[in-house]
């Protein structure tokens, strides 16, 4: 069963353009995760967020958390061919488990031509 | 000064052999976990140890069978190779608490089998 619905799948852009990237889920999370991974490389943490309706600002990227806990943007801002990579959000279902089980969504390649 | 290695990065085998992958952790984390990232990018964990406790065992073939010697350590022995357990397998690693769910990556290793 897939927890988290990620969209969209692909995403091709140019440099400078703005995107939206949504993870969505009909679960409630205790804490949600954005990692970015490059080709041959393991995931890289970008962000953590836990209280519903929080915003974090990492540069140009902007993560916010659903009021519900259900939900999950990443908005980035003038986007640069750096950024390209796959994008993956994780949710934490119970916050401080003893498990740490996190459910991931399929990810988000995202391509940032010159 | 690397914080979660794995070796190999890459291995190519034949069906029906038995190999093992290690990963090693300088952060000072209690908790370990083997993930399996399948040739769509979607990531699932497998199993999870704390201070050397299998916590985490998903529905994972009896043919794999972690071990953890000390809370540094983790490794993945995979009896009978077959083709379907070609993939990148990922070890990570957090710290129990609050913040377990926020994991760190090593940088994968390439599993083929032929």
């Known amino acids: 069963t897939q927890l988290l619905e990620q969209s969209p799948q692909f995403l091709s852009i140019q440099e400078g353009e703005n995107l939206t990237v949504y993870c969505n889920s009909s679960s409630v999370f205790s804490s949600l995760q954005w990692y970015r991974q490059e080709p041959g490389e393991g995931p890289v943490l970008l962000v953590t967020?836990?209280?519903?309706?929080e915003v974090k600002k990492l540069k140009r990227l902007t993560f916010q958390f659903g009021d519900a806990r259900k939900d999950s943007s990443l908005h980035i801002t003038a986007a640069q061919p750096g950024d390209t990579g796959l994008y993956l959000c994780a949710g934490a279902r119970r916050r401080g488990s003893t498990l740490g089980r996190l459910y991931f969504g399929r990810g988000t390649q995202l391509t940032v031509w010159p | 000064d690397t914080a979660v290695s794995q070796t190999p990065k890459y291995l190519v085998t034949q069906m029906g052999n038995d190999k093992s992958i290690k990963c090693e952790q300088n952060?000072?984390?209690?908790?370990m976990y083997w993930y399996k990232q399948d040739s769509k990018k979607f990531l699932k964990i497998m199993f999870s140890y704390n201070n050397k406790e299998l916590i985490i065992n998903e529905t994972v073939p009896n043919r794999f069978s972690p071990k953890s010697p000390d809370k540094a350590h983790l490794n993945l022995h995979i009896n009978s190779l077959e083709l379907g357990d070609s993939a990148v397998y990922f070890c990570?690693?957090?710290?129990?608490?609050?913040?377990?769910?926020?994991?760190?990556f090593g940088p994968g290793t390439r599993l083929l089998v032929l």
């Open positions: 967020v836990v209280t519903g309706g």
């Open positions: 952060l000072g984390h209690d908790t």
């Open positions: 990570a690693s957090s710290l129990s608490g609050p913040t377990r769910e926020t994991q760190y």
